[in-house]
Structure formats: structure tokens, C-alpha cells
């Protein structure tokens, strides 16, 4: 390939791990058989019209299908919008009029959830197995996939040459707890080498989600985040064999690793919760990130021989740090253990900094709470149609995160909190992440949340929210928290001042702790 | 930082690693102490007029300051011209004036030997850790190298700044073994993405050679050659302990593995036969390259746990192929070994094929002999100011190498030989790399080399020069060779008409047997 550009990967892929299988739900490919598959297609797009700058929006869980999209779309030179179906419906609507889409191609599963937007997007194609009783009412034009790729013929359009690394790739909408989704539009180069950025060098530091061409990957992120946190494109560089489950529940997915014999994933913290629920789960490897991971489900992981390691970043921003464990620790040890739930040292050519509200870096001492501020050559720059808030959050450069963190003097970055997530109590920053993970490693915690509440003497106040595995009085988990002060672990001043017992916790369409959620119910900020 | 520029890296080492050493000959620096000598000297340069596009000459064997000069030119955006000092005289200094050298900064050890030079190139910097008795005489203009250092100031110049990843870094010269040298230039950008994908690579791959962050590295490469292959910037860039042996004998440099833990090498396979020869060598690393690894030398290595990867590329292409052991392979069985020192596969982003004479791709099928072309993100496009060469070499993205190899089914290549260097017996190929490592194998042989002698009815025929380690009749040898055809591993045609033992075998300046000298002595070709 002559420059950074995505479908220009798969050549080599096909040339040196050609017979090595795509795995999605039940149908199995070679890469022989998927580049195959996206040549046709692109054929096919080409002569729907579909070509450099047009927009083309997916509505799909993880399947082989998204997987070609990925590649087919980079073929024809358009811009592949990758729909997050977990918004709610109002807010997914205005991403797809918000991105002009041209195109929808959706999956037969989200077929009725689509049908008031059918007559605002006129053009359709229904990604299916089969095309019986399947129809977009209202729509001017529909099409069948499946269709396109048997009638598509096995010839690169010649656009495929043409199209630019500094062409724009892909978009997608950050999914934020307040205000309009945010959109980020990508170029070839700018997510080929900030997703690939994050794989080369799981394999060259200590982590625990080290990573070679041997393994096989179960990516447990959606495509519609940064491509499944570059999955989409880090598979095939590496000729990967990857494994799509589709939409499955936590059991199926345990068993599909067994099957299959996946031993790496991604997903976020409230999925590896769930997968520990499942008899069977353990011994492989997880990268993980996009919240906090208390320490109790980590303990828990590693008890099963999952290794992991803690990502830092998000859809404006791509990947930015890695837990990585130091040059003489043990790997396998309590000690590591610790290390990669927590801090997270730059990958090579990002930089992370903490600032303050002048925008002054902080010293790396370990203790100064600040801003993280960050750079890389990877960083979009700007919000699509959104010259407000682009000159909020980029700045000569830098991506401001709106996240709290601590530097310590060896270059690793502690994530406090999101900055509008933190308890200022006097005067004071209370980390709620810090607090979470404390309750947590109370065996009788299944999951916490801290959040704000307003108080007239100290500005705000931390308010603990439990859904606990059995029976925990409040007076237990005060006793237990006075422990964690003795042990040092918290200062005095940290202790919620109440413990409201839940029966569960909501969780965003990111998979997160819902807290805008909690403190319009229970606290009193923003 | 915000682009591919070099000097923009070391802001993070020093961040996650700045307590790490240089180590150089007697000196030893951390990164900290480094980044502020390379601050100063910046500093210093700037004073100097050393700007935008000033080409600096380095004339030094592999040192901290040489090190040093390649982030502190970047720093003013001069472009670092890393001179090959094995060169004759007359090409040293053809290249000198080819590249336009405003400033030499040259190596106390090379003083004498640029006396003609001083008053052809007016500006001076000695490179030394004392000052007395030194002196360019006719120069012009002439400063010491710590002086530079010591009376800089420690503040990053204003252009460090300014510096676009598409600005020249680097120049530096091909050493063919025919014709005037050949210039390249690489942008920051290409130098960088080039150097540092074999990086990527040994980490994400199953090789002999496989490194990561904790790994202590001796590049035994000198910096003229691709910058002691990529590794002026793999070290920072991973925050590697790095160990310059300055110039050192291999029993020198066998000390220095020892004492400071080094395992991870790079050379070509002539140092590693030298370092063989040294007792106590053994347990490393070892990337290699340059030219064919011998099976029997490779076994010898094998033999002291010296793990290798072989890696195929070259000054006016970078790294392109690296040899990768298949997923399900013992990566310690002999059957790896084979694999390791003869069939490599594409780095991701590069593209290998082989064509015939008219540029057609010919078949993956483990059989068909041709060209090698490749195609990067990274590859220069031209040779500095040599307009008729570049259209030679490249072609449409693409770079004719001029190696002969075959690819296999399986997408790894087989390098076989330079073009000029294979035997056309009867219209036939006849590989004289295969013929070596063939010849190697044999217990009483140092080293062979097989070249190409003209022969009436054949056309040519291979004639077998070698090095014995212990007496060795031509019959002996011949026998080897008539059982080698029966073991399949070559054809009977292939056995060369005669064997001449010989003292000793020349050496280029780039370590590998000097071929043209062997065709010009024994030969007849080219």
C-alpha cells in the first residue's frame, strides 16, 4: 500500500493469513472468502451510486456484514457512519440527519425500530440472511445485501486508487450524559494509526493484554465505538482470526470463547461483571476501560487467570495510555495486578498531561489532581458543525478530556473522575472512582456509585449508592469504610455521608453507570 | 505531540523513562540527562545558524553524542547526512559534496582521515570528550561538540516548533557495490512510520526476535545505515536501555552484553560469525539481515541460544519483510530455526511481489523466481538528484529492489539473491545464496561464496570460493554437495564446476561478502 488507507490493508492480510477465519454467529469466512465478498460489494456500491464523500449509515450489531462494510465503503471512498443503536431514539435520529446520511444500511434486527425514519432517508439496504417478509415501509429504494455481494462483480472499482489518506473514513457520535451527541469524523490515517497505535504496543510493553498475530479476538465492544476500539481494523492487519458474536447473550459468549478458542477480548467493565456471572469464564485476556475498574471486579477477574489491562481514552480522542507494568514486576503478581487496573502510562508519540483551570500543567508528583489534557497526532481537531464546542475541547493541539487525573513521578496517569463526576467537598476534590472502588472490595458489594449531593455547609457532598450480593446494613459499610481511613486507603472527610441501598444500578447505552441518571433522582448537581 | 516529528518523541521517554541509560563507551547518561544535553546542544546549533534545511555532515561510530545529534538537529530542522565512514576516500567525499554538507561534525577517531576535506568543507565540529591536540587544520570555522553542549542554554529553540513532519530528516547513501553511491532523503514522517513499523512488528509477531519495553538493546548496526536500523529512534520511542559499544573489538562487546544485561542485538551476519568466535557469547537476541544467514552459521547461533530473526530491506526502501514463525509452530524447535533464517513476511503496510522482467506479478507457488518489488507508506521515491536512476528503481509506488526471490503459498518470501549476483546457467536461475548456505553446512567450512564464471556452453556456471576452517579436499566438498542432491536440497546442475580455497573472503563497508571484487578476481560477470 502506498499510504494510509483502510481497504489497502487487506491485500497483505489475504496474502499471508488468507485461510484464517472471520467467525460471526454462524457463518464462517476465510479472508479469502471476505476480501472476495467486500471486492463484489464495492462493485455493487459503485453502481448504486455510492462513491467518494457519500455517507453511508450502519445500524448493526458486531457481524461479518459490518466487518466488509468497513472495507467495501473504504473502497468506493465514502464515509461509513456507524450508528450507535443504544441511543435513544430522538438522539439517534438527529446523528443520522446531524451526518447527512445518504444511505442507511440496516440490520433485519433493528428493521421496526427504523420505521418512522424510513421516508426521511429514502435509500435503504437490509443486512439479512434472508430477504423473506423483510421491508422498509415508506422507503424509495430498498436493497438486500446479500443481493449486492452475489451480484456485485469481483473487480476493485477503479476509485478504490483514488481515495486519499487524508480523506475522511468514517463518523460517529460521542454518547455523552448531557447535551446533543458530538460528532467525530475521522480520516484514513488519523483512525488507522490512532486505532492501530493501541495494538503495537500491547505487544510491546508488559501488560496483561498483550497481544501477537496468534491470538484469537472476540471484540465485546460495538463497532459504532471507534470501530470496536479498532478491532475492526487491527484483525485483519494482523491476520487475526476474529469472532463476531453477534448479538449473544453472556453465556453464549462463553461458550463461543470455548468453542472457538478466543483468548483475547475488549469490552467495558460492566461486561466483564456480567461474564464472571457465567460458570466457565476465565483465563484469557481482557482490555478493558471507558469507566473506572473497581477493584473488587478485578480481583474477581484475576482470580478466573483473566489478565488485563486498563485503557484511557474515547471516541474524540482514540486511545491515549495503557496500564503497562513496570520492567521488574512480576507479571502474574498481586502487585501487577494492582498496576493494571489503575495506572496507565502514554502510548509512545501520544502525550498526556494534567492542567489547571488556566490551563498550566501540573508537576507529576502524585498527588496534584488536574485536567487531563492530551495530543497525539491522531486527534480529529474539531466536532463536525460544531465550532462551539470544538474550541472548548481543542485547543492549539491538545484535546482537552473534561476528565480528572493524577500524574505520578513515573509518567503514569491515575484517571480520577470525570471532572463533572467529581465531589468538591470545602474546597476539596473527592474522587467518586476512588470511593467506588473502596466500596467495592466489600464482599457484600456487587456495584456502587458515588455521586454529588448538594450541602449547604460544604458546597457537595458524596452520596453512596449500593446494590449489594446480600444482606448489608449501612452501619457494615461505615465500619468498613473507617477501616479503609485506618488503612489509609481514604481520607476521613471521603466517607459518604449516607448509603442508599438500590436494587440496581442504571447503565448507559456505553455500557457505563448512568450517573446524570443518579443525580437527577438522588443528588443535586448539573 | 502533533505529527511525526522526530525530536517530538523524547518529551514522553523522558515522561515514562527518564531514569533509563545511555549507556556510551565510559559514559552514562539517563534520558533526563540526555534530553537536556540534546536541549543545549539545540541551543548551541541554533546560535551556530544552523537552521531550516542546513545539511550536517556526522562522521562517528555509534555514540551518545551521535545519538544526540539525531534529535538536536531535528530540534533546529537541519537534516542529519549520517556519512558512511567504511567508504574509499574519493566516494566518502563524493557523497559529502553530493549531499551539500554545510557543516561536518566529525569524530575525534576520523580526524586524520578527513585532513584532505577541511578546507572544501569550511565548518567544523570536533566530537570528542577532551579538546587538546585536536585541531582541522585549514578550516575555516571549528568548535568542540562539548562546548556546544556545556554553553547552550536549556530552552527548546522557536523552530522546534515549526518542523513539518513532511520536512527532510535524513540522507544518507547507498553502498552498492557498482557505480557513484546513491543519496535517499526521508522525511520525519517516513523515517519514522518505516523505522519504527519493524518495531511494531517484532512485537506483534511470533520471531526469534521478538523485543519489548523491558528489553536492553546493542544496535551493532552503524548509524549510517538506516540509522543503526531504526534503532536511533526504537529506543526512545520504547524507552529502552540502549548500550553503545563505540568502536570495540567483538570480545569487547561480548563484555558489555554481560555487564550490562544487554539481550537484544541487531547486526549483519558477518558480526555474528565474529561475535561466535568470542566464548561467553550466547543467549540473546539477534536481528539480522543484509544479506543471507548461512544455515550452518545460523545453526552455530542456534546452538549458544542466540534467537534471531532474519529482516529484508535496505536503505532506499526501509524494513519490508521480517521472518515470522507460523501460529501453531514451536517457536524453540529446530523447524522454527529453518524458518527463521529464510522466510519472512510482509510488514503490515508494506506490500511484497514478485514480477517478471516485464512487470507482471508472477504466482505465490513456492517455485516461481522473480523480481522483488515492494510498496510502503514509507518508501522515498527517488534518489536525491539522480533523476534516470529514480525512474529505474521507481515505478508507479512501487520499488524495484533488484533481488530475485520466490513467494510461497503460504505469502512468505524467500529472498534468493541480488540479480546481479545469481548464476543464469543453461537459461536457468541458479541461486548462489542457496549454493552458501548449502556449502556452510558443511562441518570444515568458515565461509563460501558462489559467484557466477562465464562458460561457453552454459552461458555461466557457478564457480565456489571458501574460507575452511580445517584442511578440506575439493572431493570431500564435492561429495557434500552430490548428497545434498540426493537429500532434494539442490539439483544436480546446481554443483558448482569448481571449489577454490581461499585465506580469506573480501568484506564491503556494509559487512557482506564484496561480490564484484570476488567476479573481478575469479568471475567473469558484470
Redesign the interface.
Known sequence: ????VVHQ?L??TV????KKEIVSGKTRLTYEEFYERVIRLADSLKKLGITKGTVVGVLDVNTHRYLELHYALSMVGAVIHTINFRLPAEDLAYTMFHAEDEWVFVSDMFIDATKPLASKFPKWVILSEKKEGLNIEGAKEQHFYEDLVSMGELKIPPQAETVS?NDIYSIFYTTGTTGKPKGIRYTHRKILSGALQL???L????TGAS????HTIMPLIPFFHIHAWGTAFAAP??GLKIVLPERATPEIQVELIKKEEVNWLNMVPTQLHMLLDVPGFGGVKVLTGGSALPTGLAQKAWNVGVRFSLIYGGSDQLATSIA?VP?NMDINSQEAMNWLCSKM??L????VAIKDSNGNELP?DGKSVGEIWV???W?PGEYYKDPERSAEAYID?WFRTGDLGIMHP???LVVADREKDAVKSGGEWIMTSVLEAVISEHPKVAMAAVIAKEDERWGERPLALIKASENLSKEEIRNFMEQKVQEGKIAKFWIPDDFIFVEDLPITSAGKINKAELRKKWGSKH
Chains 1, 2 share one sequence.
Open positions: 500500500m502506498k499510504s494510509l490493508m491485500e497483505r496474502q499471508i493469513a488468507g489518506e495494538f503495537h504496543h505487544g510491546l510493553h508488559r497481544i501477537d498475530s496468534s492487519y494482523l503497562i520492567d502510562l502514554p509512545p508519540m501520544a502525550k507529576q495530543s497525539s497526532p486527534i493541539g513515573d509518567g503514569s
